[in-house]
């Protein structure tokens, strides 16, 4: 496994745009040469964007195997024979502009039996940005990250947008705090976040306590200290007070204590996934058994590929309900290879389905 150097690489910065990032110092696994599915055991493909229901509908000559990444022999599950297309795994618009898409048509496969629809999933929370801003979680610096250790282990996800944008209430509830953290703490030390805006939910978490959206480097607070709120008012615009580098966003799930830094909750397993997008969440251990930081996973389809940390530290809080040590949020419903890969040899490779409207979860335990 790559461990991220954390030791003299920290910033005091909270938070970070990713537009002003260089690529990481970390080495990122490399790409393994693709094997291409033997032509006789090829699945299934077809053009998304003109497939059609037909469920009595067998592949036909026209449906090429792509020499894009396919399903090889040693990967389960195995495509069965029939072919039947669900009008609800067409694939959407990706939401990311870090995405590698290759080549050529998508390839697809039946999904298999749902094992993802045990999780008792709690999406409770909306996008703190509207359509047509960047609503989607900065893939460089999620909960629990460091950015390749050169920043502090982040307590929240960053929404990268311009100075001005509108930031709006992940959900109903009551603001409970509406100003600067001058002279109340909310993070680490005092005037950390800037102009901040607090807000406690009408529901509670799992666990039966209560939940706290904040919202942080603004540069404006547009609402005030025990006003009502609905889901999707305008409660301030994004900008860079505080410590931040650019103006961003920068949004976080507390449960239990609003002013506990301790007390966050990853914002991914909260925040409703895009219309037929779905959530990854796992653990990552070696094959003793032990929980591994800043592990870093290789998640792609045929069409995207992203990359996952594991939390690297313990100041931040895997969710009761799942246990976790990494998400990655918004990714199209379709069949991903998960790989841990360490100086070019493969410690962990399983190709799963990434189901729609949930979250599918894997364990990942490396190979010694
Ligand atoms: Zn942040």
């Not at 509908?57 to 072919?83: E, G, H, K, M």
């Not at 959900?171 to 409970?176: F, L």
């Not at 199209?332 to 040899?345: F, I, L, M, Q, W």
């Amino acid at each position: 496994m790559k461990f991220l150097c954390l030791a003299g690489l920290m910033s005091l910065a909270a938070c970070q745009t990713s537009n002003r990032v260089t690529p990481f110092a970390v080495t990122l696994p490399a790409d393994e040469p693709v094997k291409v599915a033997q032509q006789g055991t090829a699945v299934p493909t077809a053009d998304m964007s003109t497939l059609t229901p037909t469920p009595t509908s067998t592949p036909t000559q026209t449906r090429t195997p792509t020499a894009t990444l396919t399903v090889t022999p040693s990967r389960t599950p195995t495509p069965t024979t029939t072919f039947t297309p669900s009008p609800t795994l067409v694939i959407g618009t990706l939401p990311t502009n870090d995405s590698t898409v290759t080549e050529g048509p998508p390839t697809w496969t039946p999904p298999p039996a749902n094992p993802a629809a045990e999780i008792d999933d709690h999406y409770r929370l909306y996008r703190p940005i509207a359509d047509g801003g960047v609503n989607w979680v900065d893939r460089t610096y999620p909960y629990g990250g460091t950015s390749g250790g050169r920043l502090q282990v982040h307590h929240g996800v960053e929404f990268v947008n311009p100075r001005g944008t509108p930031i709006l209430a992940a959900a109903t509830g009551t603001v409970v705090h509406a100003g600067t953290d001058a002279s109340s703490q909310f993070g680490p030390t005092l005037n950390y976040y800037g102009n901040l805006v607090v807000i406690q939910h009408d529901f509670q978490s799992p666990e039966g306590q209560p939940v706290f959206t904040l919202y942080g480097h603004m540069d404006r607070v547009e609402v005030e200290n025990g006003q009502r709120i609905e889901r999707g008012t305008q409660i301030g615009k994004v900008g860079d007070s505080g410590i931040a580098q650019g103006p961003h966003l920068h949004f976080e799930v507390r449960v239990g204590n609003q002013f506990d830094f301790g007390a966050t909750r990853n914002p991914e397993l909260w925040i409703y996934p895009f219309f037929k997008f779905g959530t990854l969440a796992g653990l990552v251990t070696d094959a003793s058994g032990n929980i591994l930081r800043e592990a870093t996973l290789q998640v792609r389809s045929t069409d995207i590929q992203r990359y996952a940390f594991t939390y690297a530290g313990d100041t931040v809080n895997a969710d009761p309900a799942f246990g976790e040590n990494f998400t990655l949020g918004d990714l199209p419903a379709n069949y991903y290879e998960v790989s841990v890969t360490d100086n070019g040899r493969v410690r962990f490779r399983e190709t799963i389905y990434i189901y729609p409207d949930q979250t599918t979860w894997i364990d990942v335990q490396l190979k010694p």
